[in-house]
């Protein structure tokens, strides 16, 4: 009704405080009026003590009789607030316990209104888990990272990031109050919800992407599986544009001159594999800067044979370049391996296991060397 839309606004009158607020009315393209129409259908009471406040004249005195008019008869119509029963809504604004209700939604589509759009990959959203019963809850745009603003709290200063405003106005214009579908994928460690939220055109995250507004997001590849490819596919089309965070962008060429060649003879496990040299010698590398699906992880482990069955399809039998990059010390049970980065056609295989959403990304210190 008015998001979005060029409005009048008439002001009756305004209170100092700590900061002034103007107090009027607000003229709707369709010449209707606000409060009048809140108050019509009963969705607001009227404030009685406004009348004294309001400048003394005619006009002012006509418009609150008409309020007190459209009050009264939705009073005997018995609308909004004053319907006898029925017609109110359990509102929460807290969830207490994230991580039971993340489970139990879970891959679910729940109707939303967002109310708030904090950046580019944050809002506040309505969830609709019943016609009377919503929850306001921060929920995390799956998927994406967008700039963030600029920080200064107890002797941390971050300076905001370019395009951190061009990134919120794109998602408030499009979202802001309007009806979306938000699926539950997981949770953040900070315990926010993160959430595919859609609106009727499509995922919001597809579009940023495209728009060069935002990037992908390699922590939420598991949460997300095959999705994941789709938007590092609006992610390229932002980068062969040089959009947004990408003008100027140059691609990285591959080149596989730098290696050694090699056949790959088994998959071990989603990032490890056997390898053969024309020598006729075997030995397993896993590979760089990814990590497979978790066997032990309720939510991961059931993607570890696909994934097996991704690199299998792609990989036995061919002829592959491998450059180690270092070598993984022995831990949490596995023996000391090298890393390595594997090209199979001018492909970068750990690179094509994170975009099919088979693998995440381990981010490594400065001073790790890759391993």
């Known amino acids: 009704m008015t998001v979005g839309k060029v409005v009048q606004m008439y002001n009756l009158y305004r209170i100092s405080t700590i900061a002034e607020r103007q107090y009027g009315v607000v003229l709707l393209q ?83 209104i967002v109310e708030r759009v904090l950046t580019g990959d944050r809002m506040i959203l309505r969830l609709f888990l019943a016609p009377s019963k919503h929850v306001q809850v921060i929920v995390t745009v799956a998927g994406i990272r967008a700039p963030k603003g600029a920080f200064n709290a107890e002797g941390r200063v971050r300076p905001a990031e370019p395009l951190v405003e061009e990134s919120h106005k794109f998602v408030e214009t499009r979202l802001l109050q309007r009806n979306v579908k938000a699926e539950i994928v997981g949770l953040t460690p900070q315990n926010q919800l993160i959430c595919v939220v859609r609106h009727p055109n499509g995922s919001i995250a597809d579009f940023l992407l495209k728009a060069g507004l935002a990037q992908c997001t390699d922590f939420h590849s598991t949460l997300l599986g095959a999705d994941m490819k789709n938007l590092r596919q609006a992610e390229k089309y932002a980068k062969d544009n040089k959009l947004g965070l990408y003008k100027g962008h140059v691609e990285a060429k591959t080149s596989g001159g730098n290696g050694v060649e090699a056949t790959v003879s088994r998959i071990v496990r989603p990032d490890t594999i056997t390898i053969r040299a024309k020598s006729g010698s075997e030995k397993t590398v896993q590979l760089s800067s990814i990590r497979g699906p978790k066997p032990k992880d309720a939510k991961q482990g059931p993607f570890e044979q696909e994934a097996k069955e991704f690199l299998r399809k792609k990989l036995i039998g061919k002829h592959v370049n491998v450059t180690i990059d270092g070598i993984k010390p022995a831990s949490e049970g596995y023996e000391e391996r090298e890393v390595a980065t594997i090209i199979a056609s001018n492909k970068n295989v750990g690179l094509a296991l994170v975009e099919a959403g088979y693998a995440s990304v381990i981010r490594h210190r400065k001073d790790d060397n890759g391993t």
């Open 30 to 112: 369709n010449g209707d009026y606000l409060p009048q129409i809140a108050i019509a259908e009963g969705w607001v009471k009227l404030r009685k003590e406004s009348r004294g406040k309001a400048t003394s004249d005619s006009d002012s005195e006509k418009w609150f009789d008409k309020l007190d008019q459209l009050e009264a008869k939705a009073k005997t119509n018995s609308k909004g607030l004053w319907a006898a029963q029925g017609g109110s809504i359990e509102n929460s604004y807290d969830l207490p316990d994230p991580k039971t209700f993340a489970e139990q939604y879970n891959g679910k589509s729940l109707d939303a």
